[in-house]
């Protein structure tokens, strides 16, 4: 049963995204890869300032990471071959945020 729900889930983004199979495995490693790289990078630059672990510590790295997640994402997503669509993506996930409509 699981595996049903899975597949289903990879169909309806590969037809989302309007990618093949191959491009849909591309554009989730970069998804993984990105979003580890961010968080690397975000501890990283966390150790180099002055704060100690607490409330304060947790709101500027969610702040450092909403910043660094796009650039790691496109940095990623060169090597991926797949930089127009998380240009097009990020673009789209701005203009949500900004409150336009697609």
């Known amino acids: 049963m699981q ?8 169909e309806r ?10 491009q849909l495995l591309l554009i989730l490693c970069t998804f993984a890869i990105g979003g580890s790289l961010c968080g690397y990078v975000g501890r990283k630059i966390m150790a180099l300032l ?5 409330a304060i510590w947790i709101i500027v790295y969610i702040l450092i990471v909403t910043i660094l ?24 996930i701005g203009r949500r ?4 409509k697609d």
């Open 3 to 10: 595996r049903y729900k899975a597949s289903y889930m990879f």
């Open 69 to 92: 997640w796009p650039m790691a994402v496109l940095l990623v997503s060169i090597p991926f071959g797949q930089f127009s669509f998380f240009k097009n993506y990020i673009r789209r």
């Open 50 to 54: 002055p704060l100690e672990k607490g």
């Open 13 to 22: 983004l590969r037809n989302k995204w309007k990618v093949n199979g191959f």
């Open 97 to 100: 945020m900004a409150g336009k």
